[in-house]
């Protein structure tokens, strides 16, 4: 059974960091590109930032571009993102997500080439 679930959401003023971590179990982590989702009240849910099986090529959301950094550990089996420069709009659930096909990479901004979700981990952005 595969299971991701994060953790590292917070509190935090305008212009901090946070830090989620992203911890999978359940299948070969080293060969699945990952994701960051995030969906606030009322809206969709949205991309942020996607990373490779190897961790050499990484996507980001044009809104976080810059501010946010996201990485993998394959030997731990964790993802990580550093949020920087924390904005009152990046307030939402965020949610991590594994690829369901293997070395893919493509469309990564669409949620449903992702098979599977952690439980979410709510990052609010106080002004």
């Known amino acids: 059974q595969v299971q991701l679930v994060e953790s590292g959401g917070g509190l935090v003023q305008a212009g901090g960091s946070l830090r989620l971590s992203c911890t999978t179990s359940g299948r070969t982590f080293s060969t699945y590109t990952m994701a960051w989702f995030r969906q606030a009240p009322g809206k969709e849910r949205e991309f942020v930032a996607a990373?490779?099986?190897?961790?050499?090529?990484?996507y980001y959301a044009d809104s976080v571009k810059g501010r946010f950094t996201i990485s993998r550990d394959n030997a731990k089996n964790t993802v990580a993102l550093q949020m920087n420069t924390l904005k009152p709009e990046d307030t939402a659930v965020y949610y991590c997500?594994?690829?369901?096909?293997?070395?893919?990479?493509?469309?990564?901004?669409?949620?449903?080439?992702?098979?599977?979700w952690g439980q979410g981990t709510q990052v609010t952005v106080s002004s």
């Open positions: 990373i490779s099986w190897s961790g050499a090529s990484t």
């Open positions: 997500a594994g690829d369901s096909a293997t070395r893919s990479w493509g469309n990564l901004s669409y949620t449903k080439r992702y098979g599977y």
